[in-house]
């Protein structure tokens, strides 16, 4: 599909699910706080804070924003060039309801639109939810969970082998004894390196038009890291983009690419 394709097509499915289709805003938001618009949801902020009432019946709309990152909070330029999805200029899709449908409908309809008629497959898919910090806010998001849980469970898939990767790391250096705000910032530099890796490891993949071996793949990221990529990382990167290798055969693979038996 091309980018007008695709375009179209969520229009056309939210239009279904009686969504009005606004049009994207203009770059230079009517804000004091933001230089350029640089998500979504920019244009609906009166309407979230209450200064606003929705004007569409039902109150739900499908969009297609274009945003700026390049400053701010949301700086994408450290990021640009490293991985394919990471921009300075983009369109950003996108379904909102003001009061009316929740989790639960946005959930079912996500799955829907890119499961069932953008038929890409289910088991390539992860989904995530709401988790605080130690000393953030509110609290994990049960809900969003579950509504997920059922779609990967209907489909066949065990939502419980979709590991939340601060859970993860943070559990492992509880049973080390450490203390949780030290865990805390282990954990973030540890999700900042690993998704790093996984930028490079993509890029050595996708940027060679002929294709390259896990040990080419690892060689080339390692080199541009300065350090080894982890194993366990890699494995999961490459066994979650579909590439058709059997776990054994890339966890044999990559340990020979590192030196390791």
């Known amino acids: 599909m091309t980018s007008a394709e695709i375009r179209q097509s969520f229009f056309d499915f939210f239009r279904e699910k009686q969504h009005t289709i606004v049009p994207s805003a203009s770059l230079l938001p009517d804000s004091p706080n933001l230089l350029f618009t640089n998500a979504g949801m920019n244009q609906f902020v009166p309407i979230f804070l209450g200064q606003q009432k929705p004007t569409w019946n039902p109150p739900r709309v499908a969009d297609t924003q274009k945003c700026i990152r390049a400053g701010g909070k949301h700086n994408d330029l450290d990021d640009v060039g490293l991985d394919t999805y990471h921009?300075?200029?983009?369109?950003?899709?996108?379904?909102?309801?003001?009061?009316?449908?929740?989790?639960?409908?946005?959930?079912?309809?996500?799955?829907?639109?890119?499961?069932?008629r953008w038929k890409l497959p289910a088991s390539r898919l992860y989904a995530t939810v709401y988790m605080p910090g130690s000393n953030e806010p509110s609290e994990f998001d049960q809900e969003a969970h579950d509504h997920w849980a059922r779609m990967f469970e209907k489909a066949g898939l065990d939502p419980a082998v979709v590991k939340r990767e601060k859970d993860v790391l943070a559990d492992k250096y509880r049973q080390q004894g450490k203390p949780e705000n030290v865990i805390d910032k282990i954990v973030e530099s540890g999700l900042k390196t690993y998704y790093k890796e996984v930028c490079l490891l993509e890029q050595a993949f996708i940027h060679d038009e002929k294709g390259k071996s896990v040990a080419q793949a690892v060689k080339e990221a390692e080199g541009k890291i300065?350090?080894?990529?982890?194993?366990?990382?890699?494995?999961?990167?490459?066994?979650?983009?579909?590439?058709?290798?059997?776990?054994?055969?890339?966890?044999?693979?990559?340990?020979?690419?590192?030196?390791?038996?």
């Open 226 to 261: 300065g350090a080894p990529v982890k194993i366990a990382g890699f494995v999961r990167y490459a066994l979650g983009e579909g590439i058709e290798k059997q776990e054994s055969d890339f966890a044999a693979e990559v340990a020979a690419a590192s030196g390791k038996k």
């Open 87 to 116: 921009h300075t200029f983009f369109e950003m899709l996108g379904n909102w309801s003001f009061g009316d449908y929740f989790k639960k409908e946005a959930i079912e309809w996500a799955w829907e639109l890119v499961v069932e």
